[in-house]
């Protein structure tokens, strides 16, 4: 199994552009999870997905953060516009309902430096 | 007070050593816990779980203290690969799926 997979790996950009952050969980998992994790902050829930739709998204910090999934096997998170305080290391995990709740898979997560 | 608390560290031990963390949970509802382990610049994976009073998996133990609300993460006989970040998890106990990651506690064994 190839794992969750995300893209870019890494990303660099200016203040106020848009960043789309990429997922693919893996095959056959029903939940998908999208969390930021920063030195300060240690690694924080934005949302969650159950079968392609947004059961939880409180976590988002403001309006300027959107997720969507448009099917079983892809989502993004997009920042627009961005700012210097996004920079974090952001991570997308999936699971499968039949497994027990804490088993997350990660995958290897996006580094993004907002200028 | 936060869900969920860690002491930072770093721990430094050398290779042999027994290290115990703890963590402390605000949510005396929770009726099960985790440990994630991250190594420097991945993704976390899951180490063990804590479902009852503790849990032992070779040279990891993990034990519960309900009345104290904490859960500690003891490890024997430290090797250098178990040198990463272990992150105490809780679940959400009101059954959503989600769940709650402590800031972690970052181990240096030593040769």
């Known amino acids: 199994d190839a794992g969750v997979i995300q893209s870019p790996r890494h990303e660099v950009t200016e203040m106020g552009q848009e960043v789309t952050l990429r997922c693919k969980p893996i095959?056959?998992?029903?939940?998908l999870f999208w969390y930021r994790q920063t030195m300060m902050r240690g690694l924080e829930l934005l949302i969650y997905?159950?079968?392609?739709?947004?059961?939880?998204d409180s976590g988002m910090p403001e309006d300027r953060f959107s997720a969507k999934m448009p099917n079983a096997s892809f989502s993004t998170l997009k920042i627009q516009p961005s700012e210097p305080r996004d920079s974090a290391v952001y991570f997308c995990a999936s699971s499968f309902q039949r497994e027990a709740q804490e088993t997350q898979y990660f995958g290897p997560g996006t580094r993004l430096l907002v200028l | 007070r936060k869900e969920v608390e860690q002491d930072p560290g770093p721990f430094n031990v050398p290779e042999g050593a027994t290290v115990a963390f703890n963590c402390t949970y605000s949510?005396?509802?929770?009726?099960?816990f985790f440990w994630y382990r991250q190594d420097c610049r991945k993704e976390p994976k899951l180490l063990m779980s804590?479902?009852?009073s503790g849990n032992e998996d070779g040279r990891f133990t993990a034990q519960l203290n309900r009345a104290s609300q904490y859960i500690s993460l003891l490890i024997r006989d430290s090797k250098l690969s178990d040198s990463a970040t272990y992150l105490c998890v809780v679940p959400d106990p009101t059954g959503r799926r989600a769940l709650t990651f402590g800031s972690g506690t970052r181990l240096q064994v030593q040769p």
């Open positions: 949510n005396s509802a929770s009726q099960s």
């Open positions: 997905f159950n079968n392609n739709v947004p059961i939880d």
């Open positions: 804590v479902y009852s």
């Open positions: 095959s056959g998992h029903d939940y």
